[in-house]
């Protein structure tokens, strides 16, 4: 029986692999981690079992029969109402954004950190896991305070059960009896989480009978009943009233007078930490109690299919939990009086018709959600270190049993929530769970906003009942709460995420999730390159946009740090010719199998540019193609910059340590890109001089700006920048082909003069460089100062800030010949009138001397002039005269170039074609 794909075939598709691994029940990495697949029965939990339950005891919590009271009594009626309308509201929105993000593609373990990091990427997803991770914990620590608060109100010294022999309190007990707690919670979760799921159901069933215990006995008992206040409330007794009987407080039964008396808010001081209370204080207590909804997404790795479990699950429990907490607001303030819901916060055991009811309703709705955070912690945690965002700092954390449960994580997880106890009271352990559970919301709804707004076209969620509008409300709500609660916690909270997620930028290892930065960018790019319109262009914002052609990088890693600083902003491209015919081509595309390189070492040399492979019949062919589709929109190259054509043996880049920067992650290792690329001779060319010189025509004739590069081997740009002398950026405006117009400054002048301007003005040569300007003289004819008034008169009108320097040229004159037309004076060539102050439009090219007029001897002069002035020069940029038409000349043309420019430190020979520069506001 035949197969779809064989055993090691590569080319099957990736998403049928995520189907078939999702169908057949394999739930994620962890079980990889934990020896191999795990069977489909792993995931067994239903929506009841693993959504609805842990949602709702999350829910429920400390705030259903320990805090609804000190709510009410605090807030009235009116504004507790308004409290769980605005805290609903706030989660109702992040739950339809986790409802979108769940329903878009399959869920495994990790929840809340799992959706936020395949959504946003690794950065906010490991910022945004280790705050959720916190949250979780400190939740945990909270409900148990809870469970502990309940325990020593019934069992301790003068509590409801306990009487006059109870258990012993303090501060140190307390911390005990959470300890304790604690560490039965940590046995469960090492046990399993399907251990907590089956108790669930169970615990939930005690809960509810609870919770209607309180209902049903609002109605059957009538009569008023006294209460007393707990003697721990200093606020009621005193250090001589402590001793005396019970104060008491009144149960009236249904009553107007008494929700007349609990209908607005009367703040005062909290009697369990004897601090002044506010509605912000309130309402970060009510809103801890509420913040479960992450409870079922935390058990993504357990449930049988996640898509609709989550939903439908999170969905059913809020509204279920908002319709129970309305109703039992509403009955407390219509039958208890103000001051007993404000100063005995387990007031319900004793209005009930069987107190241990509510007793049992405490131990058990707090220690569920005591267990389910801490479960929810550890998966968060164990998820997090299987992407090892945070390298080998979490690699313990993703040790787990045979069956997949990370006990590792539950140790650290319980280890940290034993230690969040020393705070102590439950309301201040609120406040931080409140915010940092707030923040995770945020992102959650940021996360579902910018999928929204990138357009993604794979983003289509099953669950339509959302919009960007709701993820915008639930980042504003979430955000403004915040800070509203506290704002010193908040900006803290903020803080530190800002600080994880610049860490997680610049170290996290490179992930296949994907990214929402990318999808946005693409977004915005494209929009705005619609708008990046090329009939607009204007000569004030022209900036060197670059296409540097590249034989083989390993020869040439100088030249393309040189353009990277070069390009001043603007575009750079490396383009490469694969020569061939695509016909022959057997199988795949060569430039797509050797583009992830070419990308790879880009990343190693750290230089911001794009690079555009193409594969013709020669390099000729490939370099119009390059010329033509290189680029997008308007963003198109407007300089071509070659290697110079001669025959030096290319010099090995890659065996510099300093040409490769330091990169923690990429995608291909530095090793790798270094085997790709091989060394070459010069027999390995594939053109020869007339065709080279033809790529040159090619580019002139194409309105494209020409750059010849020799000598960049030599080019040490690290010792430039740490060294503590001055080095110099030379710049030669003459045309040393036709001397005669030594003193026309036309359009390649003018753009030999940006370039050198262009490079003194980065970042890396500013400080340790100084741009001279040479002007070549004749002192037998030429008005010397007229001529360096005229200079100087052109720098300061294109704000160039550089030192001329005289050059004497007679002695090289003296060997073109006394009558010659190339010796005549410059100051009898045609005026270069620089009169255009809108656009500075200098006089037309030169005519060309033909290269068979130029004596050897000269251009030896010439190139001996040169590198008597270059002592200390970092690179120079020379004037490019324009290859002749005629073919016989192209050898005579490049043997010329080479004489030219032998022994000379990294030089450009430059080739202007358009305006650069402007003189105009």
Known sequence: MGTIFGPNDDSAPLVSKRILRKLSGITNAENEEAGGAVPASSRTLSTFSGVFCPVVLSMFSVLLFLRIGFVVGQAGILETIGLFLLSYFILGLTVLSICAISTNGAIEGGGCYFMISRALGPEFGGSIGT???????????????????????????????????????GRWWAFLYGSCIVAINCLVCLIGARLFARMSVGILAVVMVSALSVIISVFVLNSEILVSIPKTNMLVYNETTVDGPYI????????????????????????????????????????????????????????????????????????????TYIIVSCLVAASCDNFLIKNNYVFLQDINVWGPFVGIGIFAATMSAALSNLIGASRVLAAVARDSIFGILLSPATKATLGGNPWVAVLASWILVWMVLLIGS????????????????????????????????????????????????????????????????????????????????????????????????????????????????????????????????RSCCELIHFVNDLKKGGLFLLGHVKV????????????????????????HLRVKAFTELTMAPSVREGMWQLIRIGGLGAMKPNTIILGFYDNMLPQDSFQKKEIFKEVKYANLELKEVRTKFLSRSTSDRQMNPSEYVLLMKDCIKMGKNLCLARNFHLLDKEKIIKSSETYYIDAWPVNFTAPHTRMDYNTTCLFLLQLACVLKMTNNWKKRTCLRVFLCIDPRQDDTMRLQYRLEQLLQLLRISASIHLVAIDNCLQYLGSDSALVQSGTESQETAYSDGATGAPTQQQAVTSPKDLPQNYLQAVNQLLVDKMQGTAVCFLYLPEPPSDSTEHMRYLQQLQILTDGLPPTMLVYGQSLVTSTAL
């Not at 949250?135 to 148990?144: E, K």
């Not at 049988?304 to 059913?316: C, E, F, M, V």
């Not at 959650?444 to 960007?468: G, I, Q, V």
């Not at 061939?580 to 199988?587: F, K």
């Open 248 to 323: 008491n407080g009144s149960y009236t039964g249904l009553s107007t007078i008494t929700m007349r008396g609990n209908l607005y808010s009367n703040y005062t001081k909290d009697y369990t930490t004897n601090k002044q209370l506010s509605f912000a204080v309130v309402f970060a207590v009510l809103f801890s109690g509420v913040t479960g909804i992450m409870a079922g997404a935390n058990m993504s790795g357990d449930l049988k299919d996640p898509s609709k479990a989550i939903p439908r699950g999170t969905i059913s429990a809020i509204t279920f939990t908002f319709v």
């Open 426 to 553: 439950l309301n201040e352990i609120a406040e931080l769970t409140s915010i940092f559970f707030l923040l995770s919301y945020f992102c959650t709804n940021l996360a579902t906003l910018a999928l929204e707004l990138a357009s993604a076209p794979n983003f289509r969620p099953t669950f339509k009942l959302f919009s960007w509008h709701t993820s915008l409300l639930g980042c504003a709500g979430t955000l403004v709460m915040m800070f509203f609660i506290n704002f010193i916690y908040a900006s803290i909270s903020i803080i530190l995420f800002i600080i994880l997620f610049m860490i997680l930028h610049y170290r996290a290892p490179l992930e296949s999730w994907g990214s929402i930065s990318q999808a946005l960018m693409f977004h915005q790019v494209r929009k705005y390159l619609l708008l990046l319109d090329s009939r607009k262009d204007h000569v004030k914002f022209w900036r060197p946009n670059m296409l540097l052609m590249v034989a083989n990088p």
């Open 131 to 169: 705050l959720f991770f916190f949250a979780n914990v400190f939740s945990s620590a909270l409900y148990t305070t809870g469970c502990v608060e309940g325990l020593i109100d019934n069992f301790g010294v003068g509590g409801y059960l306990g009487e006059d022999k109870g258990l012993p309190e």
């Open 580 to 603: 061939g015919q695509y016909q022959e081509v057997t199988s795949g595309d060569p430039c797509l199998d050797e583009m992830p390189y070419w990308l790879g070492l880009v990343d």
